[in-house]
């Protein structure tokens, strides 16, 4: 269980803030969990993150966690909530509804649920979209600045995209550039890149800094294409 509720903290970029908590409220077996007391107590203060405990005051951080309860651990982090989007009994089905796992009856079927299954729940999650959002949860992520654009893709994620149209350009120096576009948009690096036409000749992007409509780009001492 706290294993699952680390993965959540990751998730919505938590996992810092929830390490470093000091909190004096905690579930009545905290003080045997080492490591893990900090985590079982910014989960006590922190009711809304949907681990409430055992109704004996508990949090049992070892227990074993089955397919079923660990999908709704991925729901309630796309900020679906139990009792309200769905019922306990029919997690699954739900959870297939909106496409977190292919098949309910296969997680149901699982008599143990391993390491790979949680990865592979993972993965569901961060290519669903949360409650109220265009994008996948993976773009969230990007947006949020809890992974970049390079991770994501590099860990072999596609992340949602806009059109967005190019209203202003300006070279600020030899080795900057601001370019000012129809719309918010959130440029990285990996977005970006500048070549002669015509030529394979291209500037090396260093930064990219995102301002509302505006990106500046910072790159390589600019010299003249041949």
Known sequence: RIQAFIIVLRLKGLYSEAAEY?????????????WAENYMAYAKSHPELGWQGNPDGTFAPSANINGQAF???????????????????????????IGLVKKA????????FTVDDVAKGI??????????????MITVMVDKNIITSEQ?????????????????????SNNKIQVEFDRDIFLQKADVEITQVGS???LSVLSVEPQGKVAIISTTEAKPFN
């Open 105 to 112: 009856d296969d997680i149901a079927k699982l008599s143990t």
């Open 71 to 97: 999908s709704k651990v991925m729901l309630e982090t796309l900020g679906y909530k139990q009792d309200i989007d769905f019922e306990y009994a029919d997690t699954l089905k739900f959870a297939q509804s």
């Open 200 to 202: 394979s000749s291209r």
């Open 152 to 172: 994501a893709v590099a860990a072999g994620f596609t992340l949602d995209t806009k059109d967005a149209k190019v209203v202003g350009f300006d070279a600020i």
């Open 123 to 136: 993965y569901g999650a961060l290519n669903s979209k949360p409650k109220g959002s265009e994008n996948k």
């Open 22 to 34: 000091e909190g004096y409220d905690n579930f009545k077996d905290a003080s045997a969990a080492g």
